[in-house]
């Protein structure tokens, strides 16, 4: 079962987010700020990580910089209300698979993490 972490600073967003992939049947934790998500990562195996970009502190830049410093080989698809071209190539220079705007459509959504799953295979 593929293993799936959200951070994003809104909770309410990352506990129906949780609870719709948990029903499809994905493994799935959530985190609201990026030191939280490095614990998390570091004591568990992740495939993808669902990254918000627009978070107070620590930003989604800051966590690409970091997965990439620290040679995680896990997947990420930035999911955020600030979707901008710039932004998009920025994140995906950085190394980010995918990049979908909020208000996400949870089916656009699914499509996404499916196809990013398959480049492993």
Known sequence: MESILILDDDEKLCEVLNEELQEIGYDTNYVTNADDAFKFIEDNKI??????????????????????????????????????????????????????SKPYDFDELLITIRKVLQKDT
């Open 47 to 100: 495939d993808i990580l669902l990254l918000d970009l627009k978070m107070p502190g620590k930003d989604g830049f800051y966590v690409l910089k970091e997965i990439n410093k620290r040679g995680y080989l896990f997947k990420v698809i930035v999911l955020t209300a600030y979707a901008d071209v710039r932004s998009a190539i920025e994140a995906t220079r950085m190394g980010a698979s995918d990049f979908l």
